[in-house]
């Protein structure tokens, strides 16, 4: 089953499915491991936890419907669209120890959703 992430607008931007992260077009972007967001080429973006994805300052970018904890107050999201069938993700690379990451802020990040994978 997928859980979707929002912006701090509502709009519906990734959806996950296991430790993947996808385009609403079904584009694998990022995968998770211990506590962070990587690209698929194994880059560190940001952290994830609570139903938080948040940049590498530990600014909230993305919420899912469950989100809890330390945090801005999330928008109404808007009803997430059929996400098309994904593609098969590469398999990544082994990706180095995350550092330890900063103590989660109640801040949006000034990244925004859409760029937040563009590295």
Known sequence: ????????????????IG???????GKPVAFLSEGAVFTINGHLLGYYGDGWIRD???NAVMFTDNCSGAGPIPP???IPPIPAIPSIPPIPPIPPIPPIPPVP???????????????
């Open 19 to 25: 430790k993947y992260l996808y385009t609403i077009k």
């Open 56 to 58: 590498k300052r530990n």
């Open 76 to 78: 109404i999201h808007e």
């Open 105 to 119: 802020s109640f801040n949006w990040s000034s990244i925004s959703a859409e760029d937040f994978f563009v590295n």
């Open 1 to 16: 089953m997928e859980k979707f992430y929002y912006s701090k607008e509502g709009k519906t931007i990734i959806y996950q």
